[in-house]
């Protein structure tokens, strides 16, 4: 054992490269970028004005969530996350629900951001762009965790940078204005379904949960890393969701698909708007860089316990890394890009991603005093918030994700039967 309470590594184990500053930087890369770029639109157009409203709900809940996560991460500091903590405090069967929710949602929250970088990029070459990127991606994370950490500092950074042009220009174009604030209410499913959607935007927050085996001394750095990513994101967030609101209004918001390029063109400022569209494609490239890295833990994890097949659970000798998993999800997350829809992916990831937080306070909520380092009605409200987030999403998104979880129950009880007969 190690003395932050996990395996000892191993030739089938992965190495615990990560500290506290890479475990941030990792959440930040996660979820810097998804939602200011990909998710505001939409939920401009669900809750107008409000949008500041959904933003701090989304945030709300999000921040229950990574209490769960991280308190359930310190006791089980291994690959899979929500899939491991699922097992081992509620059973086999909520473990793979949650594994099977985590990737079916992050798959299209993949394709999502590789479409986005086409999107800002070359907008009539969107998907050979985004199929570019994802190889891109795919190589880094492949050639090891140390240096996925190391590509995603170097991203947050110009992503940051980015931001704060975006920021400029559009309090500083001439055009922001309380008077763009003005607007029917759009009433109180208008802003849950805002808060669901940029719920998109802070799913990142926990993806140092799923890196659980590769980060050092996991039961003080999880619970500090997780929590300190998302405050700070959602300090970034409202300062560029405001700017937006006062710059060009919901309404524009709602109808772009480059939201922040078009508020800063509106202004005295557009000479900024390409510094801007660069840090949109540099953000869909570090988030896209960790949820790859994430999602192929979970494959990993749910291989080594045979809930996937076992070839996908090999470590790389040299790389240290599972590299069968993260090739198989970029051959994945490519189809996904070559048949999904943007807004459509956004939706359907959000009801599964919530779908596999509700798993993750369920379990917390198990934990005894010894275990809980935060109140355990956070993990009741989690659960809670996040099933109301769900439900509020756009009908279509909820069919979808209620058919895939359907799908998963099915491959369940098949296992269970052949493994009974077995």
């Known amino acids: 054992m190690t003395p932050g309470g996990g395996q000892t590594p191993g030739p089938d184990r992965l190495d615990r490269r990560l500290g506290l500053g890479d475990a941030v930087v990792i959440g930040l890369g996660s979820m810097l970028g998804a939602g200011v770029f990909a998710a505001v639109g939409p939920a401009?157009?669900?809750?107008?004005s409000w949008l500041l409203a959904g933003?701090?709900?989304a945030g709300?809940?999000?921040?229950?969530?990574?209490?769960s996560s991280a308190a359930l991460a310190a006791l089980y500091p291994e690959s899979g996350g929500t899939y491991a903590y699922g097992r081992r405090r509620l059973g086999p069967f909520w473990g793979f629900l949650a594994g099977w929710a985590f990737l079916a949602g992050k798959l299209a929250s993949c394709a999502a951001m590789a479409l986005t970088l086409g999107s800002y990029v070359a907008p009539g070459l969107a998907r050979p762009v985004a199929l570019a990127g994802l190889a891109a991606v795919t190589v880094a994370n492949y050639l090891g965790v140390a240096k996925t950490a190391a590509a995603t500092r170097a991203v947050?950074?110009?992503?940051?940078?980015?931001?704060?042009?975006?920021?400029?220009?559009?309090?500083?174009?001439?055009?922001?204005?309380?008077a763009n604030l003005a607007g029917p209410a759009p009433g109180p499913l208008g802003v849950l379904r805002a808060a669901g959607l940029l719920f998109f935007a802070f799913a990142g927050y926990a993806r140092v949960a799923t890196l659980g085996e590769e980060v050092a001394d996991p039961a003080r750095t999880i619970p500090r890393a997780v929590p300190l990513a998302l405050g700070i994101v959602l300090a970034v967030y409202a300062l560029v969701c405001g700017a937006a609101l006062l710059a060009a209004g919901p309404a524009a918001l709602a109808t772009s698909d480059a939201p922040l390029a078009a508020a800063v063109a509106a202004g005295r400022l557009a000479g900024l708007e390409p510094a801007v569209?660069?840090?949109?494609?540099?953000?869909s490239l570090g988030v896209l860089l960790s949820l790859q890295a994430g999602l192929s833990r979970t494959g990993f994890a749910m291989a080594a316990n045979r809930d996937l097949p076992a070839a996908l659970a090999a470590v790389h000798p040299r790389h240290k890394v599972p590299h069968r998993a993260e090739?198989?999800?970029?051959?994945?997350?490519?189809?996904a890009v070559l048949a999904v829809d943007l807004r459509g992916a956004i939706g359907f990831s959000s009801v599964l991603v919530l779908?596999?937080?509700?798993?993750?306070?369920?379990?917390?909520?198990?934990?005894?005093?010894?275990g809980r380092r935060w109140p355990r009605w956070l993990a009741g409200a989690g659960a809670g918030g996040c099933l109301v987030l769900a439900a509020s999403l756009p009908a279509a998104s909820v069919l979808a994700g209620a058919a895939v979880l359907g799908a998963g129950g099915a491959v369940w009880l098949v296992r269970s039967a052949r493994a009974q007969l077995s």
Not at 327 to 335: C, G, K, N, Q, R
């Open 60 to 67: 709300a809940v999000a921040y229950a969530n990574a209490t």
């Open 55 to 57: 933003l701090v709900l």
């Open 327 to 335: 090739l198989a999800v970029a051959v994945l997350v490519a189809a």
């Open 44 to 48: 401009a157009g669900a809750a107008g």
């Open 277 to 283: 569209r660069a840090g949109a494609a540099v953000a």
């Open 355 to 370: 779908v596999y937080y509700t798993v993750a306070n369920a379990a917390a909520w198990t934990l005894g005093p010894a």
């Open 156 to 178: 947050v950074a110009v992503v940051l940078v980015a931001l704060a042009a975006a920021v400029a220009g559009m309090l500083l174009g001439g055009r922001a204005d309380l």
